[in-house]
């Protein structure tokens, strides 16, 4: 048990460099929510950056996971801000 606790912590401690470049990356993407073009283009970065950079977090119990529902959060951001654009114009 102790060995899984060890092994669990090296895991997030390698992960927290990721996800702050993940993080830096993402900050970076740039779209206008009323031109599908650039809607497409920031949720193909979005995912693009994800799998790159979370590649080694599938088939961990709680990282890989993690991957999944940043993802779907990023997405949901990009998905949420098309959304306020439109009701907005």
Known sequence: MARSHETLR??????????QRLDE??????FEPLRPASVA????????????????FKGKPILGPLAVALK?????????????????A
Not at 25 to 30: A, G, H, K, Q, S
Not at 41 to 56: C, G, N
Not at 73 to 83: D, F, G, K, P, T
């Open 25 to 30: 990356e993402m900050e970076r993407i740039d």
């Open 72 to 88: 779907a959060q990023y997405l949901e951001a990009i998905h949420s801000r098309v959304m306020d654009a439109r009701h907005a």
């Open 10 to 19: 090296s895991q997030i401690q390698n992960a927290a460099p990721v996800l």
């Open 41 to 56: 283009s920031a949720r193909l970065r979005v995912e693009q950056l994800i799998d790159t950079l979370l590649a080694d």
